[in-house]
């Protein structure tokens, strides 16, 4: 598949520091979505999968257009200086990430991590009969009134499962 302009969508990026690293989480978006439904987005995230997170503030909220690579601050956001999460974190936790991954109608695939994911459950991939707070999110990001893309334009369908594990990036930033 060819690739497509990172710029091809308008874009609301949530910025969000723990005890170890900064992470960020990217939410494509039709062109004019207001930020209180992205808002809504992310507070769906972090009230029902960062509760297993280690302790996060979110430290920006920015907005890209379409067409642009340069991201603006966006006042209007109320999750900024939000926390979430409990407990101070290490390498190993900060690099342990949880995912939702999806594609559009196009084969596009779309996916988001939210990092520093500290539960004890052991499994690489967490259904909503395990866990009904992956049900939860999966539902809001299958929303048909959410207005999330995939790089391509189209609506994502994510999958009905999050998946668990250590980012190599981090990983080895943690090494060194």
């Not at 302790?55 to 603006?72: D, K, M, W, Y």
């Not at 999110?137 to 999050?162: H, K, M, Q």
Request: charged share 15%; hydrophobic share 35%; glycine share 10%.
């Amino acid at each position: 598949m060819a690739p497509l302009a990172e710029d091809s969508t308008a874009r609301v990026k949530y910025t969000y520091q723990n005890s170890i690293n900064e992470h960020s989480i990217t939410f494509r978006v039709v062109s004019g979505t207001p930020i209180a439904d992205v808002d809504s987005l992310m507070d769906i995230l972090i009230g029902n999968i960062g509760i297993n997170c280690i302790a996060s503030t979110i430290t920006s909220v920015e907005r890209a257009l379409i067409g642009s690579n340069v991201f603006n601050p966006e006042p209007g956001s109320g999750m900024l200086g939000t926390t979430f999460g409990s407990g101070s974190g290490n390498v190993n936790s900060d690099a342990r990430a949880i995912g939702f991954v999806g594609r559009s109608s196009d084969g596009r695939r779309t996916r988001l991590f939210l990092f520093g994911y500290g539960s004890d459950d052991p499994n690489f991939r967490i259904l909503p009969s395990e866990n009904p707070n992956v049900g939860t999110v999966v539902t809001a990001f299958n929303d048909p009134d959410v207005p999330l893309l995939t790089i391509s334009g189209l609506a994502p369908v994510f999958n009905n499962y999050a998946n668990v594990k250590p980012n190599d990036h981090w990983v080895k930033k943690g090494r060194s």
